[in-house]
């Protein structure tokens, strides 16, 4: 079993959707969470970073985490074409070592 | 706004040959991560510098992977020989001491012929 689990997709939604991405995870001891948005042969750029649990809002996104069930999420509102990307969940107890899912590609339709 | 820079950006090597990948962090992060994406996959880690030393290269295949930063700026990934493989994206990344966030930088697409 893979540290952290994420759905690779792809999804696609309509132009204006919610989007929501998740990732589980099986280590407890994970402490940060952070979401990526990777566009195709580009390096990943940091999209919400969140320490522990609740929620955390920046713009159209919202991170979500969840350590009882070791589960975050990210919330795309109003989601646009220029959103279509490989969205990538990370985690880190502390140690500045970073555990990364698979990614979900996201295709959002005009 | 600093970026991570890397070079090249695109390389195409046949099997057995050397490849080398340079990376130039933001200025003032002490700490330089080199990571490997197969398609379809999430980065994983192959070394982890703070400034000149070697932090973490448990996962660095050394018996053909070299990681160096001389001066404890830039950085080079070797590999020698590639093997087909390794093809993948080979992304650099840089963090502030005492910060979670790192940044990366545009990575280098390698495919091994």
């Known amino acids: 079993q893979k540290e952290v689990e994420q759905d690779p997709g792809p999804l696609s939604v309509p132009e204006g959707a919610i989007v929501s991405l998740n990732c589980t995870y099986s280590n407890s001891a994970f402490q940060y969470f952070m979401w990526y948005r990777q566009y195709s042969r580009k390096g990943p750029e940091l999209l919400m970073y969140?320490?522990?649990?609740g929620n955390k809002e920046d713009g159209r996104f919202t991170a979500q985490v969840d350590k009882s069930s070791k589960y975050i999420s990210l919330f795309i509102r109003d989601s646009q074409p220029s959103d279509s990307a490989t969205y990538l969940c990370a985690m880190s107890t502390g140690t500045y070592k970073y555990i990364f899912g698979t990614g979900t590609r996201l295709k959002v339709l005009a | 706004e600093a970026e991570v820079a890397q070079s090249p950006r695109y390389k195409i090597t046949e099997k057995s040959q050397a490849v080398a990948f340079w990376c130039d962090p933001i200025?003032?992060?002490?700490?330089l991560y080199w990571y490997r994406q197969i398609l379809g996959q999430g980065p994983e880690l192959l070394v982890q510098?703070?400034?000149?030393?070697?932090?973490?290269d448990s996962q660095l295949p050394k018996d053909r992977f070299s990681a160096e930063r001389l001066k404890g700026v830039d950085s080079t990934l070797k590999i020698q020989p590639a093997e087909l493989g390794d093809s993948a994206m080979y992304l650099c990344?840089?963090?502030?001491?005492?910060?979670?966030?790192?940044?990366f930088g545009p990575g280098t697409r390698l495919l091994v012929l």
């Open positions: 510098f703070q400034d000149e030393s070697v932090v973490d």
């Open positions: 200025s003032g992060h002490a700490t």
């Open positions: 969140t320490y522990s649990s």
């Open positions: 990344a840089s963090r502030f001491s005492g910060k979670e966030t790192q940044y």
